[in-house]
């Protein structure tokens, strides 16, 4: 008789639910604490979202407001880590993002002050262009600024690992290329399975992975497919799309939770993990692969940064 396989940790590398604490805090949200007790999340990523295009004295106030969310979330007993190594139980820890880095428009220190406070992942831009780069929705060929490019290596050099969601091509370019620690894309799809310019070509999937880094699957359907039904089989589509590409060991989960108006069926929020976990077992996925798509892809990604 074959054993049962372990549960794996789960490691979700984005969700917008500070945001959606900050901003409508009388809707529930997709990410609770019981919810990722039951999905078996070790560490789920907590983004602060830039929001709409605004003023910077109007952005840091809403960063300031999701750092207090973060705080009211502790004191309920949810618990952050600084690194993805201190998780050492299968109980749920927060790791702290940035999605758009208005915020370090003010100067290159700015970005120690956040780091000093517990960011450990910054999305370059979301869907506006700011002071270091231009996303994907605005056109494919500005690279990042001066100013940008100093940015980046200045978060590489705090250990903050540099988020290339959102980013059009030449600014994912000027980092993987102008720059020596690998990025990741915490919540992005392939472009070859549905053709969006927020999703990633074949080749910056192989130049992704080629230099070490890691890529989080969206669960956005809107992503995902151009078809009328989106599916957990949907997603693994994608993951084994870019296992193609060469990222074996480098992809796992970056679900966009409270950041998405629709999820596929039967992934509506992170007590749902068991059965993505299930799915990519039915798919042919070996154990060790599995393993390292739920969480240990992301966890050996810091390591390597």
């Known amino acids: 008789m074959s054993e049962t396989p372990a549960s794996p940790r789960v490691c979700d590398a984005h969700c917008d639910t500070l945001y959606s ?3 409508a805090p009388q809707k529930p949200t997709d990410v609770t604490l019981e919810r990722l ?3 078996g999340v070790a560490i789920q990523t907590m983004a602060m979202y830039v929001g709409p295009a605004a003023g910077l004295d109007v952005i840091e106030q809403r960063f300031e407001g999701m750092f207090d969310q973060l705080e009211a979330l502790k004191q309920a007993g949810w618990r952050q880590v600084d690194d993805p190594k201190e998780v050492i139980d299968a109980q749920p820890h927060m790791l702290l993002s940035i999605e758009g880095c208005e915020v370090f428009a003010r100067g290159l220190s700015v970005i120690a002050d956040y780091r000093a406070r517990g960011v450990r992942m910054a999305a370059i831009t979301w869907n506006h262009p700011n002071a270091l780069g231009t996303p ?6 500005t690279g990042l600024s001066g100013y940008g490019l100093n940015a ?3 978060m590489q050099r705090l250990g903050i690992a540099v988020d290339v969601s959102h980013l059009n091509e030449a600014g994912f370019y000027d980092i993987l290329k102008k720059t020596d620690v690998p990025p990741l894309a915490s919540h992005s799809c392939a472009r070859a399975l549905r053709d969006h310019t927020r999703n990633l070509t074949d080749g910056q999937l192989r130049a992704l992975f080629g230099a070490g880094g890691f890529v989080g699957l969206n669960f956005f359907p809107m992503f995902l497919t151009d078809g009328p039904v989106c599916t957990i089989d949907t997603v693994i589509d994608h993951i084994q799309h870019m296992y193609d590409q060469g990222g074996a060991g480098m992809v796992g989960f970056g679900s966009d939770f409270d950041g998405i108006s629709t999820k596929p069926e039967g992934l509506d929020n992170p007590g749902d993990f068991p059965h993505l976990i ?5 798919r042919g996925f070996d154990e060790s692969d599995v393993l390292a798509i739920a969480g240990g892809a992301f966890i050996r990604y810091f390591e390597r940064i």
């Open 21 to 23: 604490l900050l901003t």
């Open 37 to 39: 007790q039951q999905g």
């Open 152 to 154: 980046v290596r200045e």
């Open 278 to 282: 299930e799915g990519l077992r039915r």
């Open 136 to 141: 994907h929705c605005v056109d494919a060929t």
